[in-house]
């Protein structure tokens, strides 16, 4: 029972025992003064608490802000490792797209196909051939931004570390 409850409980016996009113009085000036003394012991010892839950956790931000800021750089070095890796990717792919045109325009004006007298199978190969030409170009300039554009999509604009915090709430009896 803590002395808050002890001295009101006492108050009221005093009460009900039939004191007279200063004695009263008295008694619940006790009362109260016992209850100031265990609140600012209390308090204290809260303060106390705080002030040293203050500097564990300043302790752990800094740790863990020296882990993230480790775990950032090699984050940084394999996003930029997958990013080559990924450019590489499409310069071969662009590399392969082009000796595919290559060969298809090489097949088109071999054939004799713009010799015939057909007038519509000529207009296709035409058609074909300015179709390739236009891929051809397209596939140059994709070959001198795309691998950058990938390369950009991978680069770490912004690191921030937010505190989260965790409640255990543990019975007694298990202590």
């Not at 012991?41 to 564990?56: F, P, S, V």
């Not at 004799?112 to 236009?134: N, P």
């Not at 891929?135 to 950009?152: G, K, L, S, W």
């Amino acid at each position: 029972m803590c002395a808050g409850a002890w001295a009101r409980r006492r108050t009221r016996s005093a009460l009900e025992g039939g004191l007279s009113a200063k004695a009263k009085q008295a008694v619940d000036k006790i009362g109260e003064g016992v209850k100031a003394e265990v609140v600012d012991a209390e308090l204290e010892g809260h303060r106390k608490d705080l002030a040293a839950l203050r500097a564990e956790v300043e302790l752990a931000g800094r740790r863990l802000e020296a882990e993230a800021d480790a775990r950032a750089v090699e984050v940084r070095r394999d996003l930029g490792a997958r990013a080559r890796r990924e450019s590489d990717g499409m310069k071969a792919l662009l590399e392969r797209q082009r000796t595919a045109i290559d060969k298809a325009e090489a097949r088109l004006r071999q054939a004799d196909w713009l010799d015939t007298k057909d007038k519509d199978q000529q207009r296709h190969v035409k058609l074909d051939l300015a179709h390739l030409e236009r891929r051809r170009e397209a596939a140059a300039q994709e070959r001198e931004t795309e691998p950058a554009a990938i390369e950009a999509l991978y680069d770490v604009r912004k690191t921030r570390l937010l505190p989260v915090g965790l409640v255990v709430a543990w019975p007694e009896m298990m202590t």
